[in-house]
């Protein structure tokens, strides 16, 4: 079997393709964190929400789909306790927990999993699995945020769904077109499938 057409061992992630390591798994974890709080400047107000628009959540779901549910879950985790410690890398350089979008966060760190766990499945291998596996992650996202908006901003349930999840849509869905490209391209580029 030449390496152009090897295969990739079921449950591997892209992640997985680099050498194994205590140090490998710890950087990963560590450069998912700080692209998520990079992605998270990359934040546009949205008239009437008290949710902008953030690169935030994409990363979240690409970190998650690249390194595995652990590992993922892992960078989330430590994305969402620097914040919460101070560090001002949750949307627009806010940090702490106080925040009406901090649900989102939340949701993010179970998204992580959620999608990391079907990309070990080969979710990540085609466009068509990559969609369903963002659109799940998206929906884990919103099942935590939309009523955690609803509970911190005194909304009611339409109301923050209306603030929180409508304005949305039309930005997940190219989200989730740039990830369904992505992500089966970068295995296409190894050589495996």
């Not at 806010?94 to 959620?114: H, I, P, R, T």
Request: glycine share 14%; hydrophobic share 55%.
């Amino acid at each position: 079997m030449s390496t152009a057409t090897a295969t990739v061992r079921p449950g591997e992630v892209l992640a997985d393709l680099l050498p194994a390591s205590r140090a490998r798994d710890i950087a990963l974890v560590l450069g998912g964190a700080v692209l998520t709080g990079l992605a998270a400047q990359l934040s546009v107000p949205v008239p009437g929400s008290p949710v902008p628009v953030t690169g935030q959540t994409f990363a979240a779901l690409l970190v998650g789909t690249a390194l595995g549910a652990r590992r993922g879950f892992l960078s989330l985790a430590l994305y969402t306790l620097a914040g919460v410690a101070g560090l001002p890398w949750f949307a627009g350089g806010g940090s702490g927990a106080g925040a009406v979008s901090f649900g989102y966060v939340l949701g993010m760190l179970l998204a992580s999993a959620a999608v990391g766990a079907l990309a070990r499945r080969g979710a990540d291998r085609s466009p068509l699995r990559m969609a369903g596996a963002m659109v799940l992650g998206e929906a884990v996202i919103y099942a935590v945020g939309v009523p955690y908006l609803a509970l911190a901003a005194h909304l009611s349930f339409s109301q923050a769904v209306a603030a929180g999840l409508t304005p949305f849509l039309i930005g997940d869905a190219l989200k989730a077109a740039l990830a369904m490209g992505a992500l089966p391209a970068a295995w296409k580029l190894t050589g495996r499938r």
